[in-house]
C-alpha cells in the first residue's frame, strides 16, 4: 500500500486516520475482487457501512476514494457507490493483487498472470543481460545469496525475491520497463505467499534463478531469456500444484 499512503497529504504513515482507512479499503477491496460485491452492485450506504466496519464515515469516505482510484468503485450523485466493471480495474496495482491472494484467487487469473509474465520478463532478462551494470549484477548476486541462505519461507527471503526481480527490471534500463518494477514484485511476491501455504516451496528455485544470474553477467541475451521462460515455467507449475493441496 506504499503508493496510496505516500499520497495522501500530511497525515504520515503511521497515522491511525490513515491506518483505518486503510484498513477499510483493504476489507472492501477484497470483498470486491473475491466476489462478494459483483460488477455493477451497490454498496451499502456510507452510514450502514460505516457501522458495520466500524469506522467513522469519514474515515470509509477516504476508504472509498482510495478503491476510485484503482478504478474499483464509482460513487454517482443520488444513486451510490457502484463497483465499476471489471474491465476498469487497474489489475496490476500492488495491492489488488494482494487483494486477489487474500483469499483464494481462481486459476484462471493465476494463468493470466503468469502469462503476463512470460510475456514481459523474459524479454526484460535479456535486455538485462546486454545493458546490466557491474553494481546491479552485485544488487542481484547479493539478493540470490540472501535467497540461498533464508530460504523463500523466511519473510526476509521473499524481499531478496522480490529485488533480484526489482533490479533485473531495472537493469534493462528501459524507464517504461523500469515502471512495471512494483507490480512484478507483487506478483512475484504474492505468487510465492500462495505456494507456501502448506508450509514448504515445492522445489528450490535457486538454480533457476542462478541460470538467470550467470547469463545476465556472461552478457547473453538469449540465455538470460530462456533461463527466465523455465523459471516463471516452474513457477507457474508449482503455483498450480499449491491449488491441489
Known sequence: MKDVIAGL?????????????????????????SGRYQ??????????????????RSAYREALRILAAKGLVESRPKTGTHVCPRTRWNLLDPDILAWHFATEPSIDFINSL????????????ALAAERRTEAQLARMTAALDTMDRLSLAAEAGQTADADFHDTLLEASHNPLIGSLAVSVGAAVRW??????????????????????LDAVAARDAEAARDAMRLLITEALRDTAQSFKG
Open 114 to 125: 503468469f502469462e503476463l509474465r512470460m510475456i514481459v520478463e523474459p524479454g526484460i532478462a
Open 9 to 33: 497529504s500530511r497525515l504520515g504513515r503511521n497515522s491511525p486516520l490513515v491506518r483505518r482507512h486503510g484498513a477499510v479499503a483493504r476489507q472492501l477491496g477484497i470483498d470486491i475482487v
Open 39 to 56: 460488477p455493477g452492485d451497490i454498496l451499502e450506504n456510507e452510514i450502514a457501512n460505516s457501522e458495520r466496519l466500524k469506522v467513522s
Open 191 to 212: 505468487s510465492t505467499v500462495h505456494k507456501l501455504r502448506q508450509g514448504a516451496v515445492l522445489r528450490d528455485p535457486i538454480p533457476l534463478h542462478r541460470h538467470v
